[in-house]
């Protein structure tokens, strides 16, 4: 079928096809733990046997006690900082985030490394939240 061939119906179909089909894959999957935006790449992980990797979580292993002692002295919380619309945003990011089983919520003690994040905006009203690791890279 050609382009210029195509009906109404024909573009309706295959339109909404795709979209109805990626809505119902995307939902979140109670055997996997994995939320609708990180299943996206199921897929791709089982063809790498990487899910395995996901679903465990990561470790840090230090190779010596002067590494991770040096690591909880640099421990600190980076207080928000930015205006009100910023804020509750990045409220709603992180919200969206847990709900998803993107990120986990844990206890501070269990926390090894702060990476401070913050909000920018993008167009259409919405928002991406980034995470600066540049500190953890030096």
């Known amino acids: 079928m050609g382009i210029q061939n195509r009906t109404k119906e024909d573009i309706h179909t295959l339109e909404n096809f795709p979209r109805i089909l990626m809505d119902e894959t995307l939902q979140p999957q109670q055997d996997t733990g994995m939320g609708g935006k990180t299943i996206r790449y199921l897929e791709a992980w089982k063809l790498v046997k990487g899910v395995e990797f996901i679903q465990i979580g990561v470790f840090l292993l230090f190779k010596s006690e002067d ?8 421990l600190r919380i980076c ?9 509750t945003a990045y409220t709603e990011k992180l ?9 986990e919520q844990i206890h501070p003690e269990q926390a090894k490394w702060f990476n401070p994040t913050f909000i920018i905006p993008k167009p259409h009203q919405k928002w991406r939240k980034i995470m600066d690791a540049s500190a953890l890279n030096k």
């Open 79 to 87: 207080p928000f900082s930015g205006s009100r619309e910023e804020e």
């Open 67 to 74: 590494s991770k002692k040096r690591l909880q002295e640099r």
């Open 95 to 103: 919200e969206d985030e847990l709900r998803e089983n993107i990120i």
